[in-house]
């Protein structure tokens, strides 16, 4: 296994077709900071990405940023921000979740993952903010998917399937996203001692309300303090509270609504709560499904999106997987627990997804046995 | 007709009686249209420039009957050309000679509605309007409006990723939708997507939405729902110029505001509305805009004071902000009424749809003023002023020859000068037949095959839609074995059809 680190398209370029050519297998990297999620095969180069770094093109008026991928994820934030921007999805560091520091995380490496924060049932996930990309295929070509506007159909929507394929459809070299203004206040409130059946309740309620939330999430009874169901509301201040009125009516059935810091937030993204697990399952679910599923399941867990999204402490792939599919969701291995990332897929979709991704690299020199079903 | 479609095949023109028998075998009754005037029909969608009177019109009951089509013309190597409701505005339904028009009005149901998770599961010819007449009483609604929504169906609305005046905020159709259900062209009902968002694998759903019928037939599909808004203000602002309206918008965004819409309209749309709704639009002015918010009526209140002193701080010379819902509807009126306005000026309207830098748009009208003078034709432009996607009206006389062919080389002209600024061919309705031969403007060739190879995934026989998107639809074996060099085509023999 070598390190490669081409410097511009071009050497990237050769690069690729050369390890097709031979039938050599390429990992993509930058950050690195998912670099132990997937098995590790060992069988292949590692593409140092990190030349293609820096900021290309920032326009707030239009709301759209153009940056190159191994720019890392705190410089494009702190960038946006000064014009008081934010990416719309809320990336989030995985850093810290295999011990690691936080700030290592590029914009390339969240938009591969797909990885979207307590906001995304809201505004959408990393998919929905990726306007455009240049990249290089499989084959070793440069090309093109969506373009660098906000709104835009010409053929088809590459960007979103670029978006959450984990490096294995082809290596991007620049990224143009769209950012959108931060919120100019946020509240957060609190109902405690929930049981999740009944903060499944709320939480519904509140959604199908004009309280307009930005956030959702649940954390269970620990160590004697009792459930936590939190929700944020954001905007300008006359807005956030005229809505806080709508959102204590409708969780008048639930219990008083306490307004409390917006530190819970925090405790998502970084889930902190759940460091210690030696495995880590990030299960994806019909919010409907959410109560079920965490009573099925015996372990340590943190729920987000409404209840379409748990964190699960623990548990092996047997149980985890088999709860999750009986439910409508699926379970992917973030940490430990030695089986493959993503859910199995039924056997229809897993042909046609290998189909689409050889249309991008024929050859296969992105499949590095990281996400291998085995 | 200046427009080339793919050469109808000899040998299939000469089966179609037992094409429409096998079809018939299918979908039993009147699912089958057969006659010459029944098939007149389905001969153009809303791009009505272009007519084709299909082979044959099959209307299937069941996404079964859909999958036994498509297996039966995948044997027979038929085409087939997908239809929602027809109201595609550039030609994404327009039929082929040789070609199975399939239409998907008669799954027409509304199958699921799930009001604590928020979605609703209906079949693809579901008009986008009648999902929210569903849904409204118990204060929900499906965000994306495109402004034909109450004849569009959701399957065309998936197909062609629809947007709409709100979408700056809400997102198009693709933002919207969080599932369908896919027939391949090997009959396979296959699931995408689901309500579990972001669940780890490719985005397939993300490829489908907006890929124009060209990768399956889509029979089923989950949208989100939203809570309807408590209230929505209107602000209507004239100014004096172009480049003074744009300045606001670009300070509405800075300031932080998403506005629910915002629209623009220039000095001809303005006054040819006006004429034809009369709903007091000011006519000394060179820019329209109007901007929404939506939201509790204390949000609503306060940022259209905002908005207000922005558009003030930058010229406005009129401003008024509706004060009850009628007034709304009434400043909305004129808009909405914009494109059938254009009729008083002219018989025919050819409306254009690209996307451009917002930062650009006082050049490109001025350029785009000049062209007017060259074609000899008239222009007026409705603009969705918050994401820059621009629809200029060119009007002429389809009647007068040579116009049509005028119309359409502005209409080309119009959208090169949109991606020479940084933008796109299309905002919203679509490439289809009208901006095909377009993609190369935007696209390299590179690009372009890297796209048809994730056709090829899906349709290696090219029969799904073929003519619409591509320019120039290679060989699937082809693309997968040729290499291309520097935008140098390998085989430029290759007909273009």
Redesign the interface.
Known sequence: MCVHRPNDEQALGALISDAAAAGRKLELRAGGSKAQIGWRAGIADIVDMSAFAGIVDY??????LTVRPATPLAEVEALVAA??QMLGFEPFDHGPIFGAQSGHATIGGVIAA?V?GSA??FR?????HLLGFRAI?G?G?????G???????????????I???WG??AALTELTVKV?????ETSSFAVVGLDPGRAY?AM?RV????A?VSGAAFIPMQAGAPSRTVFRLQ??R??I???TE?LRAALADFGATDEIDGDVWETMRTLAPLREQAVLWRV?????SFAAFVERLDRPWLAD?GG??VWLGGGDAEPVRGAAELL???A?LIRGGGAP???P??A??AR??E??????D?AGIFETGRFDAH | MTLKMPEPKPDILARRAEIVAALRAIVPGEGVIDDLDGRRAYESDALTAYRQIPLVVVLPDTKEQVAAILVWCRDAGVRVVPRGSGTSLSGGALPLEDGVLLGLSKLNRILEI?????VAIVQPGVTNLAITRAVEDR??YYAPDPSSQIACSIGGNVA??S?GVH??KY??T??NVLAVELV?IDG?I???G??????????????I???EGLLGVVTEVTVRLL????TAKALLMGFATVQGAGQAV?EI??????PAGMEMMDRPAIHCAEAFVRVGYPLDVDALLIVELD?????C???ADEVAAIARRNGATTLRASRDEQERVAFWAGRKAAFPATGQLAPDYYCMDG?????RLPEVLQRMDRMSDDFGLKVANVF?AG???LHPLILYDANIPGQLERAEAFGSAILRLCVEV??????????GVE?RDL?PE???E??????Q??????DPDLLLNPGK?FPTLHRCAEL?RV??HRGQVPHPDLPRF
């Open positions: 326009d707030p008026a239009e709301l759209v014009d008081r797909g979207a995304r049932p959408g996930g990393a998919r929905d295929s084959r070509e440069a090309f093109v998917g373009a660098e506007v906000v709104k835009n159909v010409t053929g088809y929507d590459l960007p979103k399937i978006a959450g394929s294995r459809l959108l203004p931060v919120p100019r309740r519904a959604q199908g309300s004009t307009d905007g300008a006359p807005s509270d005229a809505r709508t994806s679910l019909p919010p409907k999106w379409g999204l409508d969701g699926k992917m990332t993503f859910h897929q039924p229809m979709l046609l997804e189909r689409v991704r050889r249309a991008f024929p | 799930d009001y604590d998770d928020r204060g929900f062609e990723n947007g979408c700056l997102g198009l693709t933002n391949t396979e296959v699931r995408i689901g309500r579990a968002l972001d669940p780890g694998g490719l985005d397939l759903l993300g490829l939405v907006g890929s809570a309807t808004p408590e670009a965004i800075a300031a932080g505001i998403i939201g509790p009526e204390a949000e209140t306060y940022l996307t451009i830098p917002r930062r969705h994401d820059g996607n940084g933008g796109v061919l299309t905002g919203e309705h679509g490439v901006k993609m935007m696209f390299s590179n690009d372009l095959a890297q796209q190879r994730v056709k090829c995934a899906f998107v997968g290499h291309v």
